[in-house]
């Protein structure tokens, strides 16, 4: 990934852990972007695309504090973190 400027990295959602993942391996501010009704539009089943709406929804950024040196801080700094993507997930989403 570049040291600088903007880049796109684009989840395949292989397990539902990947938000964290993706905040865990990149110390920069994430801009999440939600895409829906991909899964109708290119079905595993089938080779080209169906005639079906896809909607972009982008959030704004999302920033976390750096972690604490005590473990306690650092948990709940976790916690915190997690309750903050969840919950900006969700706005995404509805």
């Known amino acids: 990934l570049p ?3 903007g880049f796109i990295l684009a989840a395949n959602h ?3 852990l990947d938000p964290f993942m993706v905040i865990a391996a990149i110390p920069r ?3 999440w972007v939600v895409i829906r009704g991909t899964f109708a539009a290119l079905p595993r089943t089938r080779k080209c ?3 079906h709406p896809i909607t972009v929804r982008i959030g704004p950024p999302l920033f976390f504090p750096e972690p604490a040196d005590k473990k306690e801080d650092y948990e709940r700094l976790d916690r915190e973190n997690t309750q903050k993507i969840m919950q900006r997930i969700a ?3 509805y």
Do not use: T, W
């Open 49 to 51: 695309p169906k005639l």
């Open 14 to 16: 292989a397990s539902s």
């Open 29 to 31: 501010y994430i801009r």
């Open 91 to 93: 706005e995404l989403l």
């Open 3 to 5: 040291k600088e400027g």
